[in-house]
């Protein structure tokens, strides 16, 4: 629960807004680099904190990152043409370069208007399949992040985006919310792990029915990626690795700062071994990035502005056994009429749900598509901005409480003067990790992901 | 299922009460942050849990307590209780406004 006012403080993220202000504070991940792939290519109109920008590869395949509109009359400079190691606005032929120096003004030669005044630009940088962009005061650049992930060659690190109708702050919350994950996301555990469940006193039989998510050739209807332990427990299929050993919906939660924001486990029990604890570990980089347990890469939730964001997953292309890439894997089960990965068909429409299915208790949630299409589902029921004077938290929620208070202490640090929590001066990003494990019951989760200790966020004002 | 709620880490590194909000420079009380007062009430039923108790409630300041009214009107007209964290809320003036106590059985 929160007051009004730091609901508000909280979702608005325009330039002039104590959020926005935050966020302009790190570097963003503002466009996939697929997008812009060759010089002098097509430029694409970004929209990020609720501003609009243009981006594009000059000849010599420098990207550039001005604001959208020509500093001329304001026409789009998405529309102009990118040539000759710049951008031309179609209105009156002015010309920009990647910094934003006006080369050319058509219509005003001989001038020094141009060697005075400069379209705005942003530093940009490409890393990780995304152009990260820093849009706060000239000269207040934090270190750049570098995960393990970051200096991959694009034919091994795959991107996925979504745009979400609603607030980033809805989907941001979920990504860190590891006690729906057992509920929400029964139809896809049922086929990565298949086997009876129970959310209170609704019992699933957890057979697959959501097959789209089985890799092709791999459609077993008892499930993918399982080994069968018939006669060992009951007959129910275990997933190679750790899988879903768990049907505790209530787990212990533990939170700690960490230099980069904070990571923290679920800790549930395991079905059958009481000597045993099923932990999953979740790290969260300030303000857009999670690293999920079981989750090679990350999650990054970016606002486009106050009612949409930008739901992006960066992931390592796995391997097949031959050593193949294995591309497409993040898009996997998505009915291509509500989503795909071109940038025209990112904004996802949520399908209609399998009720049949739900009523037959094939389905828990009814939709197919796998976790993000659940995710999004209830992400956006909650409205474009979710009033949270409404909530009832309750103490399993504690990562999202800790998420706010983060957030929130930074906007005040930030008024003051102060830079915001979790910049992460001097630490070693490639280091950080989440972490899934069954483990025996006095581990301490803190072992499993050992490169995310460090000095921690500071003491806030 | 075995018992849950055996004991809570809120961070080692956890920043303290360096946050809790101060009077503005101006002299006019700031305004309530109850992202605060929530981080600090799950933080105490967690600690509870740890030693094994029984919360039943929250004290909270006559602040804290107005704030939730003023925020839940439908609630409060058909006569529920207020709740924080699930927990029934118990108005004392002697709680400081960042420092919610849980109530034990």
């Not at chain 2, 909270?60 to 009214?69: N, Q, T």
Request: charged content about 25%; proline content about 9%.
């Amino acid at each position: 629960m929160l007051t009004a006012e730091e609901n508000e403080t909280l979702c608005r993220v325009g330039p002039d807004t104590p959020m926005g202000k935050v966020l302009r504070r790190y570097w963003t991940p503002a466009f996939q680099l697929k997008d812009l792939p060759e010089p002098d290519c097509p430029p694409i109109r970004v929209t990020v904190l609720g501003e609009s920008f243009v981006a594009f590869r000059d000849t010599e395949g420098r990207l550039g990152f001005l604001d959208e509109l020509c500093c001329h009359r304001g026409a789009s400079l998405a529309l102009g043409r990118v040539e000759d190691c710049g951008i031309r606005c179609l209105y009156h032929g002015w010309k920009y370069a990647v910094d934003g120096t006006i080369l050319e003004m058509p219509n005003f030669p001989n001038s020094t208007f141009k060697d005075r005044v400069k379209q705005p630009s942003y530093p940009v940088r490409e890393s990780g399949g995304l152009g990260w962009v820093y849009l706060g005061p000239p000269g207040t650049e934090p270190p750049f992040p570098r995960f393990a992930w970051s200096d991959l060659p694009p034919d091994e690190i795959e991107v996925s985006e979504m745009i979400l109708d609603c607030n980033w702050m809805q989907v941001q919350e979920g990504s860190i919310d590891s006690s729906h994950v057992g509920i929400l996301h029964l139809d896809t555990l049922a086929v990565s792990d298949p086997g009876p469940r129970t959310v209170g006193s609704f019992k699933f039989a957890g057979e697959p029915w959501d097959l789209g998510l089985a890799p092709p050739g791999e459609r077993d209807p008892r499930g993918f990626g399982v080994e069968r332990l018939e006669g060992k427990d009951g007959g129910r299929a275990r997933r190679r690795g750790v899988g879903w050993p768990s049907n505790d919906n209530g787990p212990r939660i533990e939170v700690e700062y960490t230099p980069f924001g904070f990571h923290y486990a679920a800790i549930r029990d395991v079905d059958g071994d009481p000597g045993k604890k099923y932990i999953r570990v979740t790290a969260f980089v300030v303000p857009y990035t999670a690293f999920i347990a079981g989750s090679t890469g990350a999650i990054m939730v970016v606002p486009r502005d106050d009612e949409t964001c930008s739901s992006i997953i960066v992931s390592p292309v796995p391997r097949d056994a031959e050593g193949r890439p294995m591309r497409g894997l993040l898009g996997r089960g998505i009915d291509p009429s509500v989503w795909g990965p071109e940038p025209e068909r990112r904004r996802l429409r949520i399908p209609p749900q399998d009720r049949e299915a739900m009523a037959a208790g094939r389905s828990f949630a009814g939709f197919r598509g796998g976790n993000r299409i659940q995710d999004a589902a209830v992400q956006m029921s909650e409205g474009k901005i979710y009033d949270r004077r409404k909530e009832h938290l309750v103490p399993a929620d504690l990562a999202i409480i800790r998420l706010r208070r983060l957030l929130l202490d930074s906007v005040k640090l930030v008024e003051e003067g102060k830079p915001p929590l979790g910049l992460g001066e001097g630490f070693d990003f490639t280091r950080l990790s989440a972490a899934s494990a069954v483990v025996d019951a006095g581990t301490r989760w803190q072992d499993l992901v050992p490169g995310n200790q460090g000095r921690p966020a500071e003491a806030r004002s | 299922m075995s018992e849950r709620r055996t004991s809570v880490t809120t961070g080692a590194a956890a920043p303290g009460d360096g946050s809790r909000p101060r009077s503005r420079g101006d002299g006019a009380p700031s305004p309530l942050r109850l992202a605060v007062v929530i981080d600090e009430a799950c933080a105490r039923v967690w600690e509870a849990w740890g030693q094994a108790a029984t919360v039943v409630g929250l004290r909270v300041s006559p602040a804290v307590y107005e704030a939730v009214a003023l925020a839940r009107p439908k609630e409060v007209q058909r006569g529920y209780p207020l709740m924080l964290l699930g927990l029934e809320l118990v108005v004392d003036a002697a709680v400081g406004t960042y420092e919610p106590a849980v109530v034990c059985a």
